[in-house]
T-cell receptor, first 114, second 112 residues
Framework: SAVISQKPSRDICQRGTSLTIQCQVDSQVTMMFWYRQQPGQSLTLIATANQGSEATYESGFVIDKFPISRPNLTFSTLTVSNMSPEDSSIYLC???????????FGPGTRLTVL | GQQLNQSPQSMFIQEGEDVSMNCTSSSIFNTWLWYKQDPGEGPVLLIALYKAGELTSNGRLTAQFGITRKDSFLNISASIPSDVGIYFCAGRDTGTASKLTFGTGTRLQVTL
């Protein structure tokens, strides 16, 4: 499976600011995804990061709040904009290759908004 | 979004005991995955199931893809302290191109 890294691993941010999270994979992958995991909860898909085009967002998530970039097949960023304490969560990227059903996850970014 | 129902929500067991947990859905899935998440880390894939009725093992772990395609089961035999963590099931349905729906999770704690 691919080796996935995320930066930063954790951050504490002030209300109203924005944070960009990076996801780097050690090999080219077809699909990259971004998930949110609120405290004590399961994983919820935010969006599918599409290479060379706009991300595909799930219901309840919008581009203005969570802009996503995917400039190539090994890298993606997720920005959490105009943060509020409700955005405090773990943000995880995952990858899948080809038509693969299996996804592999990065270590996550733990965000705390004060 | 949709979530899969996992049970039990949490369990305390003694080291050496066997563990069973399951995941149910109102929808049909064509793939079932089981992940384990340790504190402060991302989920790690344990077992992947691709066919109804399939039974797959990974060491002390065994998982089954339910015949109805609406459920899956994970068993852990002879539990050890490092089995502690949260176990998530995830399903991929027929029309969502790799998108996964995650279960609510089962928190496992093992006592010596």
């Amino acid at each position: 499976s691919a080796v996935i890294s995320q930066k930063p691993s954790r951050d504490i941010c002030q209300r109203g600011t924005s944070l960009t999270i990076q996801c780097q994979v050690d090999s080219q992958v077809t699909m990259m995804f971004w998930y949110r995991q609120q405290p004590g909860q399961s994983l919820t898909l935010i969006a599918t990061a599409n290479q060379g085009s706009e991300a595909t967002y799930e219901s309840g998530f919008v581009i203005d709040k969570f802009p996503i970039s995917r400039p190539n097949l090994t890298f993606s960023t997720l920005t959490v904009s105009n943060m509020s304490p409700e955005d405090s969560s773990i943000y995880l990227c995952s990858v899948a290759s080809g038509g693969a059903s299996t996804q592999y996850f990065g270590p996550g970014t733990r965000l705390t908004v004060l | 979004g949709q979530q899969l129902n996992q049970s039990p929500q949490s369990m305390f067991i003694q080291e050496g005991e066997d563990v069973s947990m399951n995941c149910t859905s109102s929808s049909i899935f064509n793939t079932w995955l089981w992940y384990k998440q340790d504190p402060g880390e991302g989920p790690v894939l344990l077992i992947a199931l691709y066919k109804a009725g399939e039974l797959t093992s990974n060491g002390r772990l065994t998982a089954q893809f339910g015949i109805t395609r609406k459920d899956s089961f994970l068993n852990i035999s002879a539990s050890i302290p490092s089995d502690v963590g949260i176990y998530f099931c995830a399903g991929r349905d027929t029309g969502t191109a790799s998108k996964l729906t995650f279960g609510t999770g089962t928190r496992l704690q093992v006592t010596l």
